[in-house]
T-cell receptor, first 111, second 114 residues
Framework: GQQLNQSPQSMFIQEGEDVSMNCTSSSIFNTWLWYKQDPGEGPVLLIALYKAGELTSNGRLTAQFGITRKDSFLNISASIPSDVGIYFCAGSSNSGYALNFGKGTSLLVTP | DVKVTQSSRYLVKRTGEKVFLECVQDMDHENMFWYRQDPGLGLRLIYFSYDVKMKEKGDIPEGYSVSREKKERFSLILESASTNQTSMYLC?????????????FGSGTRLTVV
């Protein structure tokens, strides 16, 4: 499968700061998903996007499905220490296929 | 909530051993997946199964096999464990019904081969 290009690879920020990360693909996707993995656990779905241009929020998290359908963005506002973890983007061009994942963005938040 | 259960959180095995990693899901999902996760490499797909008794190779199937005899259970088999198979293994499942194509992941099995 295609590996998505996710950036940045890691971020080290202070509590209260906003965070942005993004993911790009060389091909068009019909679905973009964002997952968070806490240390020692499996990834958990945060936000799912199904339509180009769609902007969806989940608490302090906001994600967007890019207009070109080849990218997606995740923003976290007013970060807190429990935001620490690895954030993965994932995309799919067809519901029947396995998801393609980015390599992840590792987020560290200092109090 | 859907639950995906991986039988072991931590495993230590010797080189050359045959290793079985078990995954069970409780929500009648059709699709099941096995990934390995390594630092800097992200999640890499080993094998997946669209339904019972079906299996497809992912991106890195070498050295692995799978079994799906029942819908709820998807087993990953390391035929002869090697040290380069030391990794975090993640199982996931997905329903093909509805519009949410996201996976539900298990908590992972951290395998060390010595």
């Amino acid at each position: 499968g295609q590996q998505l290009n996710q950036s940045p690879q890691s971020m080290f920020i202070q509590e209260g700061e906003d965070v942005s990360m993004n993911c790009t693909s060389s091909s068009i996707f019909n679905t973009w998903l964002w997952y968070k993995q806490d240390p020692g656990e499996g990834p958990v779905l945060l936000i799912a996007l199904y339509k180009a241009g769609e902007l969806t929020s989940n608490g302090r998290l906001t994600a967007q499905f890019g207009i070109t359908r080849k990218d997606s963005f995740l923003n976290i506002s007013a970060s807190i220490p429990s935001d620490v973890g690895i954030y993965f983007c994932a995309g799919s061009s067809n519901s029947g296929y396995a998801l393609n994942f980015g390599k992840g963005t590792s987020l560290l938040v200092t109090p | 909530d859907v639950k995906v259960t991986q039988s072991s959180r931590y495993l230590v095995k010797r080189t050359g051993e045959k290793v079985f990693l078990e995954c069970v899901q409780d929500m009648d999902h059709e699709n099941m997946f096995w990934y390995r996760q390594d630092p800097g490499l992200g999640l890499r797909l080993i094998y997946f199964s669209y339904d019972v008794k079906m299996k497809e190779k992912g991106d890195i199937p070498e050295g692995y096999s799978v079994s799906r005899e029942k819908k709820e259970r998807f087993s990953l088999i390391l035929e002869s464990a090697s040290t380069n198979q030391t990794s975090m293994y993640l199982c996931a499942s997905r329903s093909i019904r509805g519009s949410n194509y996201g996976y539900t992941f298990g908590s992972g099995t951290r395998l060390t081969v010595v």
